[in-house]
């Protein structure tokens, strides 16, 4: 099964929302939707990244981004931590 354009960018928009949700607790929530969409909008992402991020529960969501904040900040470590979690 392929992952489409609309279901990719749906899955952004819920981690969007969830980023603006946990911008309560650290201002730096979007540095998680910023890195994602760069990742996958570059085409740097696999086709199973992909699948595993548009599969992921979006109340989840959340706590990836916590988790991803816990850790090294920058987009290749937020990738990273993403990568682990999915």
Do not use: W
């Not at 980023?19 to 199973?48: G, H, I």
């Not at 529960?57 to 904040?69: F, N």
């Not at 470590?77 to 999915?86: A, E, F, N, P, S």
């Amino acid at each position: 099964m392929t992952v489409s354009c609309f279901q990719i960018d749906d899955k952004l928009f819920e981690l969007q929302k969830a980023c603006n949700r946990y911008k309560e607790t650290d201002p730096l929530a979007n540095f998680v939707l910023y890195a994602v969409s760069d990742y996958l909008m570059s085409n740097k992402a696999t086709r199973q990244f992909e699948k595993d991020f548009v599969n992921y529960p979006t109340d989840k969501l959340e706590e990836l981004i916590r988790k991803c904040l816990n850790g090294d900040r920058s987009h290749d470590g937020i990738i990273k931590t993403i990568k682990k979690l999915i």
